[in-house]
């Protein structure tokens, strides 16, 4: 009897430090990671194996039980290890759709006043205010001179940002042809997907004559 409680022990304090050991701390986010995604790949396999080693103590723990003495540590760890995984794999995907959520917002923002006051405000909620929007002034004021129905003849670009064709500003909404906010919208989406920054635009522009 004295034997099987001393290999028990044994096993168990083994269990416990293991145990102690599974729940690591969060790794450092990779560069260019999305917020809140912080554990990495190797952190959440190496989790998975300790929570595999674990089940195997519990076994051989089972094997030498005494009786009267619980096992629920054993039960409860494993269910620890996998409630620790599902919570990290998670938290990319909250990040992402806090993101999303954030851009959807920004779309939507009503806005008023003349079309450089409309720019303006729609520039500022991207974080493009002061020597952005001067940029952006000077973008708009060369192609459109902030004019709605702007019209280029010679290429069929059209509207604010002079979008070639213009029918592509239809993507942000079906008034695109009247109404400054669409047109504005669509032309700050196009300079953040092709140039990064409404001043890399500009000076794309000064370069070439066209952006």
């Known amino acids: 009897m004295t034997r099987r409680l001393l290999r028990f022990s044994g096993v168990l304090g083994?269990?416990?430090a293991l145990l102690g050991s599974t729940l690591p701390a969060a790794a450092a986010p990779a560069p260019g990671a999305?917020?809140?995604?912080?554990?990495?790949v190797p952190a959440m396999a190496t989790l998975a194996a300790r929570g595999a080693h674990l089940g195997s103590v519990a076994s051989v723990a089972a094997a030498h039980m005494i009786p009267g003495v619980s096992m629920t540590a054993f039960a409860v760890a494993p269910r620890v290890v996998q409630s620790a995984q599902q919570a990290a794999l998670a938290r990319p995907a909250?990040?992402?759709?806090?993101?999303?959520t954030a851009r959807a917002s920004r779309a939507k923002a009503r806005v008023s006043g003349s079309?450089?006051?409309?720019g303006r405000a729609l520039s500022s909620a991207r974080g493009w205010g002061g020597r952005q929007f001067a940029c952006l002034d000077a973008l708009w004021s060369k192609e459109s001179d902030w004019l709605v129905t702007a019209d280029n003849p010679t290429s069929s670009a059209y509207g604010i940002p002079q979008a070639l064709?213009?029918?592509k500003m239809r993507t942000h909404g079906d008034d695109w042809r009247t109404n400054p906010a669409t047109q504005i919208r669509w032309g700050l989406d196009y300079i953040d997907d092709v140039y990064g920054t409404p001043c890399k635009a500009w000076s794309h522009s000064r370069a070439?004559?066209?952006y």
Do not use: E
């Open 94 to 100: 909250v990040a992402t759709k806090r993101a999303t």
């Open 34 to 40: 999305p917020a809140g995604q912080a554990a990495s």
């Open 14 to 16: 083994a269990a416990v």
């Open 208 to 210: 070439h004559n066209w």
């Open 115 to 118: 079309p450089r006051d409309i």
């Open 165 to 167: 064709p213009g029918r």
